[in-house]
């Protein structure tokens, strides 16, 4: 799917298709939540396909569409980390190892099955090992004749200079407020502007962050301005911590960085949860930015523990009593 703020980038593409230029590795970067994953997979179809349309996008029904819809085409290949074998870790640092590496290599050098491209997307390519990043280089050197490689990342700087010198590199920017908020209202999604905020500008996240994940911040946000209001914050902790803790942890640390922004810049500043700016400028004026900043340690401490390890209860609990005393 080509996104709306994505028509430059797929000019340039099929631009450079029709001269002949195709490069053999690109690289899409930007941030998060824009659709570069997406990008990649609408690029390698469209290369793929025996009818693409008029502005080069395929076709959506030819056997060579069929057999990637199906994820069975034998010259395209995705490949993303994945845990390290033999792992017990709930929570498993994901890589993308040599072995794989060496696989996709292997298969980009065998003769194209349909007399096409060989094309392979690399997701995060950043995840990948520094021996695996040296496999890829040797193919990258000397790539064959009609194989595409698409390393996709939100972290270019992650991969070494002798990978990203290699690609021919394509940047994919936050999409503009306007255009993002119109796709969304297009995908049916209610209050646009609210989901877009939380979403720091990534309208592909703001679409994940489906209703019922508005429906929990307004819950974090209750507890938040529960003293405020004369409520007892606490009373929320056992709800609390029925969230994802990774998920809602996050939250708490938007609402941390908007008290900080607002501490430390002008009171207008841009910040995540603009629904509540008046109370937020009211806590920033009467709080502490040394506790501010101890709050922030405290949660990220808590976010790289394993959740099994925490009593999820009392660290709410914790949390809220740090943010009434700020
Ligand atoms: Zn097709």
Known sequence: MIYPWQQQQWHRMMQLKQVQHMPHAVLLYGEEGSGKVDFAQSLATALLCRQPGQNGEACGHC????????????????????????????????NIRIDEIRRLCSKL???????????????????????AANALLKTLEEPGDQTLIILVTSRPHRLPVTVRSRCQSLRFPQPGEKLAL???????????????????????????????SLEQRELLAKALLARL???????????????????????????????????????????????????????????DLKRIFALNDMVIGYIRKETIALNLQLVWENLLISWDSL
């Open 109 to 131: 050098s065998s003769t194209s099955q349909y007399e096409g491209y060989r094309i392979a997307i690399i997701e995060k390519a950043d995840k990948m090992l520094v021996q």
């Open 229 to 287: 209001n004369g409520e007892s914050s606490l009373a929320y902790a056992p709800k609390l911590a029925n969230l994802p803790k990774d998920i809602s942890m996050g939250w708490l640390m938007d609402w941390v960085n908007d008290l900080v922004r607002l501490k430390n810049t002008e009171l207008n500043s841009s910040i995540i949860n603009e629904k509540n700016r008046p109370y937020l400028i009211k806590l920033a004026q009467g709080s």
């Open 182 to 212: 119109g796709w969304l209202q297009a995908q049916g999604i209610k209050m646009p502007e609210v989901a877009l905020k939380y979403a720091h500008g990534a309208p592909l996240r703001a679409l994940n962050q489906h209703e019922e």
């Open 63 to 94: 056997d060579s569409c069929r057999l990637i819809a199906a994820q069975t085409h034998p010259d395209f290949s995705v490949l993303k980390p994945i845990p390290p074998e033999k792992t017990k870790s709930k929570k498993p640092v994901l």
